[in-house]
Nanobody, 119 residues
Framework: QVQLVESGGGLVQAGGSLRLSCAAS????????MGWLRQAPGKEREFVAN????????NYADSVKGRFTISRDNAKNTVYLQMNTLKPEDTAVYVC????????????WGQGTQVTVSS
């Protein structure tokens, strides 16, 4: 099945920026929707952003609207999450995921990459 590999996490000061990457390989034709979710210590996993692969339609959690941008590179089979104006509340493990339709639950997951925002 499809493999998803994230990169780009790290430590950044509040107000700074990071760009996460998610490279997909294998059965990429099954990845109709791809996105990012995050889980902070002691909190439930939450939706961050997603993109409908073939048309580029995007949406975002209210908490990141205006600060984060999800995009794709078809040639590289890669999804990105540009994170600007980072806040300490953004600290979490960010996970890339894929789903077979626009409203299906995610059924493929990456390993995750840690993002830590210091105040």
């Amino acid at each position: 099945q499809v493999q998803l590999v994230e990169s780009g996490g790290g430590l950044v000061q509040a107000g700074g920026s990071l760009r996460l990457s998610c490279a997909a390989s294998g059965r990429t034709f099954s990845n109709y929707r791809m996105g990012w979710l995050r889980q902070a210590p002691g909190k439930e996993r939450e939706f961050v952003a997603n993109i409908i692969w073939n048309v580029g339609y995007t949406n975002y959690a209210d908490s990141v609207k205006g600060r984060f941008t999800i995009s794709r590179d078809n040639a590289k089979n890669t999804v990105y999450l540009q994170m600007n104006t980072l806040k300490p509340e953004d600290t979490a493990v960010y996970v890339c995921a894929a789903a077979p339709c626009s409203t299906c639950p995610y059924n493929n997951w990456g390993q995750g990459t840690q993002v830590t925002v210091s105040s």
